[in-house]
């Protein structure tokens, strides 16, 4: 919520909404007409907007509509002149390092009728790095292994997530608590990895990868396509009882865990008898077979190619001719129906329409491997002098929602806790946003936007405001379409938004 | 103050776009379609300029009720409004009841205005005023909450009926209601007819029960048209006999307003409870209750 500039003096409270020519009367804790000023405190204040404009929102990307170009020539020139909006960041801003001096660019904007601030600065990071995120069921190494670029270390392995491996590299220990090499290499992989470009990693103990921000993970030279559904295990107890019925066993074929559907807790659950079929591999617990083959480029990241190659054997007391068996990958790439003869032989036939449905389903539910990179970096420091004289005050104001902190325009995660720790997800960055200086860190661009009043209030370098339009008067500007999946930066963050 | 603006509203796919209008309390979402869409576009910003400093200007004289003499407006938009809510001048009405429908009538006659469009739709906050070319047609979703939407009725709208208007009412939505029902839409001649019949069968949806909340319209926004009358503010969980009375009564007003020829269809919704008046005219199989 902001203040909007057009309020009247109280009286009796009731506040005279200016916003628009209806003028509304608007009493304590009511709201105007339009849904979008209400009374607060005997303040004027512009609430969220309306549902109706919220779901048109959501349904795509608002652009100014004079810079429409098919539809729209501009030759009827509208009464009202619609600007486009604009928002500067801080690429390419320059800083003002070692920052006791204001930052390079502070910058007043209309917003709503409301007068927003936005200091732009780049900042120069020594205390920063990136936390990786690789979608992969492969054994990348051991925890804690050192993760190497050209042999020297600029990170280590860390947690294994669902479907995915984490690696968290650079931070000050690389950066500058080691030798010059290694803060040279850890700065320039950071710098690389910031910019989207590709990067070859050594894992100690480990393997080699090749890793892109938004590009698939490539793996000792193979690059990943889809992340399983699951394991086999996952895969059975997620469709079980849409195999119920219309199979009699289903097997999922896994480099990691096979799962085997009658014997699977979710089979037992659904009161499914023991088909009698029985597959190779070590059993972990029912239902859930380690090692059934090879890793490999087969079935389901083994080395097989007839599935019918992990069944050790179909017990003939429990099998019975006639007998409907699905094999088929944790990804639904590879499939196979078989109906059971009187020798109680799979025959492969054809494969009814519902199971069909089911396997191009597990198929559908496996997302594309990705690598992410989120940049993480402490902007506590002497940065805020080039905000702020008073530099706890913008810190307080970061965590009082007064402030939005953008990277590249980009929305960013703001820890909890002391300090202007955040996160921004590198991919929705303009590319080529970040740089470096030789100290060595990283330069990133970084902008802070609150109302006018809100910075006075904070000490902020009022002397040193410019207006929007004498920035984009100045030249050497690059425009760039704001990114449709990122939040307008000139607006208060929602209550359930992160600072 | 704020001016009129202008935005597109760009679809997911990146190519659809929809003209969004906004000024002060008015928010149009419109689609246009055919060679002189374009056109529709400029004249649709172009009209919308004004519309609503001139509804201002006469907005004390919209907020009274209509009586026994018609009144004279000089803005288009007023004129709308007036005389779609004419016919119910026998209960509490002001024009004001009929005013997005008509902001959305006025819109879209500017569009049509020397352009050939194969159909186009003027949204003003669920009041619709729609244009179809022959052997066209447009679906139609009904929310019959807001807070929870999911897609209670479609309705499919085709050139061949008379409808042209289509509008919500219920007291769950921005303007205030004298009755229960969480929605009332309606399928009328144009979108202010529609409007204002939403507004008086929503109205008489309606029955007395100890979980219903009202409060005086001015005590709740000191501006309103319905000064002293009880609107509802919140309405708890009713027994189905309460439901069943309250939807009884509301399609009775319907069936009148529908043989009086002022609407041809309409869909009321209480509490989970639906119905429908005129289904077997426009609705049918068309419009098909989901919930």
Known sequence: MSQAAATTAPKDDVVRCDACPVLCRIRPGKAGACDRYANVNGMLTRVDPLVITERAATEGSVVPFLSGSEGWNGSVAAPAPLPAASFVTGIGAGTTYPDYKPAPFIVSSQHDGVDMVTVVTEGIFSYCGVKVKIDTDRYLGPEQAAVRVNGEAVGHVTTAEYGSQMLSLGGVHHLTGGSKKEGTVTCDTLLALCNKQAVTLQIDGGSELVVQAGRPPVVNGTPEARMRVGCGSATIGIFAKQWLGHADEVIVVDDHITGVLTEHQAGRFLDMPLSGVRVRGRKSTPGRYFQVADPGLGWGGTNISDPLEIVENIDAKTAWPGMKLLMVSTTGEHSAWYVLDDQLKPQPAEMPAPIRLVVDRIAENCEPSLCTVLFMAGAGGSLRAGVTENPVRLTLSVKDRLTRVTSGGAPVYVWPGGGITYMVDVARMPDNSFGYVPTPALVAPIEFTLRRDDYAALGGHMDYVVQLDDVLQAGRLSKLAQRADNPWPITRPTAEEQP | ?291
């Open chain 2, 1 to 291: 103050m704020i001016a009129p603006s202008a935005n597109w509203l760009i679809g997911r796919d990146g190519v659809s776009r929809r003209l969004h209008l906004q000024h002060g309390p008015i928010d149009l979402v419109i689609e246009a379609f055919g060679v002189d869409a374009a056109r529709a576009y400029e004249q649709a910003v172009a009209r919308f300029q004004d519309i609503l400093s001139v509804l201002v200007s006469e907005l004390d004289d919209l907020r009274r009720p209509l009586t026994t003499a018609h009144p004279l407006f000089r803005g288009p938009v007023a004129r709308r409004m007036a005389a779609a809510c004419w016919p119910y001048r026998d209960v509490f009405i002001t024009p004001m009841a009929a005013v997005a429908g008509s902001v959305a009538d006025e819109i879209l006659t500017a569009m049509l205005d020397g352009t050939t469009l194969t159909k186009a739709y003027v949204n003003n906050g669920g009041d619709i005023a729609f244009h179809l070319a022959p052997a066209e047609s447009l679906r139609a979703a009904v929310v019959c909450n807001p807070e929870l939407p999911h897609l209670d009725a479609i309705a499919t709208l085709e050139a061949m009926q008379p409808s042209r208007g289509i509008a919500t009412s219920g007291w769950r939505g921005r303007s205030f209601s004298l009755g229960i029902a969480d929605a009332v839409t309606v399928l009328a001649t144009n979108a202010a007819q529609a409007d204002a019949a939403a507004t008086i069968i929503a109205n008489a949806v309606n029955v007395d029960h100890e979980t219903i909340r009202r409060q005086p319209a001015r005590a709740l926004r000191d501006d309103s048209d319905l000064g002293a009358l009880p609107v509802t503010v919140s309405v708890g969980t009713l027994p189905i006999f309460a439901i069943n009375e309250a939807l009884s009564v509301g399609v009775m007003r319907a069936q009148d307003l529908r043989r009086s020829g002022l609407i041809q269809a309409a869909f009321l919704s209480l509490q989970g409870e639906n119905r429908i008046v005129g289904g077997e005219m426009l609705l049918g199989h068309d419009m098909k209750a989901l919930g």
